[in-house]
């Protein structure tokens, strides 16, 4: 089978990059699309801490509206190059906000450690896709590459300023990070096969 037919298979592999196509899909497309939908997920995530942090944790307010800021904006990069090549966006992307609006809300109750727990956690995961997306979109996608290596240095930021605070809790880190670490995976596998 040559180039093009692998790329219309409709289960494809690149690297640890695994997705099941439309004929003719370009996987490149499809990481866009589901890196878009993560960050609308994110940014809700901030959101919804930053609103309970205003009660809960006055201090970390600045530093979630931030991070949201951040997140916001990658979304704007996947967005524009989603539009330019006619990619719309499924009903993933509504379930992304909506799941990471919840997230928000739940652990932003918990308190700092589990906040803080969680975008370890979130970050832990899309940092290592996004590594691996890099692999593959190098040599298949320029533009596309381009868009997932300039949020990394900010995915980074936010995974480190993190860390510390995530270890310093005791209970919270040791509940949160498992699960929001699974449910990241979990969303971003149903993302690549749907």
Not at 116 to 128: F, H, S, W
């Given at each position: 089978?040559?180039?093009?037919?692998?790329?219309?298979?409709?289960v494809t592999r690149a690297a640890?990059?695994?997705?099941?196509?439309?004929?003719?899909?370009?996987?490149?497309?499809?990481?866009?699309?589901?890196?878009?939908?993560?960050?609308?997920?994110?940014?809700?995530?901030?959101?919804?801490?930053?609103?309970?942090?205003?009660?809960?944790?006055?201090?970390?307010?600045?530093?979630?509206?931030?991070?949201?800021?951040?997140?916001?904006?990658?979304?704007?990069?996947?967005?524009?190059?989603?539009?330019?090549?006619?990619?719309?966006?499924?009903?993933?992307f509504q379930l992304c906000a909506?799941?990471?609006?919840?997230?928000?809300?739940?652990?932003?109750?918990?308190?700092?450690?589990?906040?803080?727990?969680?975008?370890?956690?979130?970050?832990?995961?899309?940092?290592?896709?996004?590594?691996?997306?890099?692999?593959?979109?190098?040599?298949?996608?320029?533009?596309?590459?381009?868009?997932?290596?300039?949020?990394?240095?900010?995915?980074?930021?936010?995974?480190?300023?993190?860390?510390?605070?995530?270890?310093?809790?005791?209970?919270?880190?040791?509940?949160?990070?498992?699960?929001?670490?699974?449910?990241?995976?979990?969303?971003?596998?149903?993302?690549?096969?749907?």
């Amino acid at each position: 089978m040559g180039e093009e037919g692998r790329r219309d298979a409709r289960v494809t592999r690149a690297a640890a990059i695994s997705a099941r196509l439309k004929k003719g899909e370009p996987l490149a497309n499809r990481i866009l699309r589901v890196d878009h939908g993560g960050e609308n997920g994110a940014v809700n995530i901030y959101k919804a801490q930053a609103l309970i942090c205003r009660w809960r944790a006055p201090d970390l307010t600045a530093e979630l509206k931030a991070f949201q800021a951040h997140e916001e904006g990658h979304r704007e990069r996947f967005a524009a190059e989603l539009r330019e090549r006619n990619v719309r966006q499924g009903v993933g992307f509504q379930l992304c906000a909506l799941g990471g609006y919840v997230l928000g809300l739940v652990t932003g109750l918990m308190g700092r450690s589990a906040i803080a727990a969680t975008t370890y956690a979130v970050e832990d995961v899309v940092l290592r896709h996004l590594r691996e997306q890099l692999i593959y979109l190098r040599d298949e996608d320029r533009k596309a590459f381009a868009i997932v290596e300039s949020i990394v240095a900010e995915e980074q930021v936010h995974y480190d300023l993190t860390l510390a605070a995530a270890r310093r809790g005791k209970f919270w880190p040791m509940l949160v990070i498992p699960i929001v670490t699974a449910t990241t995976e979990f969303v971003i596998w149903i993302g690549m096969h749907r």
